[in-house]
């Protein structure tokens, strides 16, 4: 049961263009979600993070949506740059008595961003 | 330490020996999960802990997988008698809560754990 989705396994953008990677989850009882980067050969590096009471939240280039009555979460890039380009991870956090900390995690978007 | 330190990057092991990945969390951080990729497919969580108290061990398989984490040494995960469906990349992560948005989780760079 894939409670967290990222149904586009890559994307491709030019550089100073806006990336946008999707998320769906199916589970309405998550706290908050998270985005973490991945480079090859290294461990996730977290993001950006919203709390399920919010809409948006933003830090620099990063701005993340949640739309709940959808469920879908978005994290948006702008300017993109090539140093972006990774594979993004969406991640939530189950809430309640499930909230032991485990993040549920999607399968990931390849971002290539082109010079 | 200011970031997660897990060792050995990569391990080799036979299929029927045994194997144990080490993680030594971020100072300060009373948590540490660990997670296993197969495939580069999305994480799977294993377990965590709380300081050195299981906290959620309902992803770890019920046999040959045992996890420990004990006061002034790293944290430990050992797998029995691996079999190839373990290969894996383990990532082990720490946080100084569970449940605060503005602290989540910090991951270390993984050990590849290759079965033969």
């Known amino acids: 049961d894939q409670q967290v989705k990222q149904n586009s396994p890559s994307l491709s953008v030019q550089e100073g263009r806006i990336s946008i990677l999707n998320c769906d989850y199916t589970?309405?009882?998550?706290?908050?979600f998270l985005w973490y980067k991945k480079y090859p050969a290294e461990g996730p590096t977290f993001l950006i993070s919203i709390s399920s009471i919010k809409d948006k939240n933003e830090d620099g280039r990063f701005t993340v949506f949640l739309n709940k009555s959808a469920k879908h979460l978005s994290l948006h890039i702008v300017p993109s740059q090539p140093g972006d380009s990774a594979v993004y991870f969406c991640a939530a956090s189950p809430h309640g008595s499930s909230n032991t900390g485990k993040l549920i995690f999607g399968q990931g978007t390849t971002l290539q961003v082109k010079p | 330490g200011e970031e997660v330190a897990q060792t050995p990057k990569h391990l080799v092991r036979g299929e029927g020996q045994k194997a144990k990945l080490y993680c030594a969390p971020i100072?300060?951080?009373?948590?540490v999960f660990w997670y296993q990729q197969v495939l580069k497919n999305e994480f799977k969580f294993l377990i965590s802990f709380q300081n050195e108290n299981v906290f959620d061990e309902t992803g770890m398989p019920k046999e040959r997988f045992s996890a420990k984490c004990l006061p002034n040494s790293p944290c430990s995960l050992e797998i029995q008698a691996t079999k190839l469906e373990d290969s894996a990349v383990y990532f082990c992560?720490?946080?100084?809560?569970?449940?605060?948005?503005?602290?989540?989780?910090?991951f270390g760079d993984g050990t590849r754990l290759s079965i033969l």
């Open positions: 992560a720490s946080s100084q809560s569970r449940d605060r948005v503005d602290q989540p989780q910090h």
């Open positions: 100072k300060g951080h009373s948590y």
């Open positions: 589970n309405s009882m998550f706290d908050y």
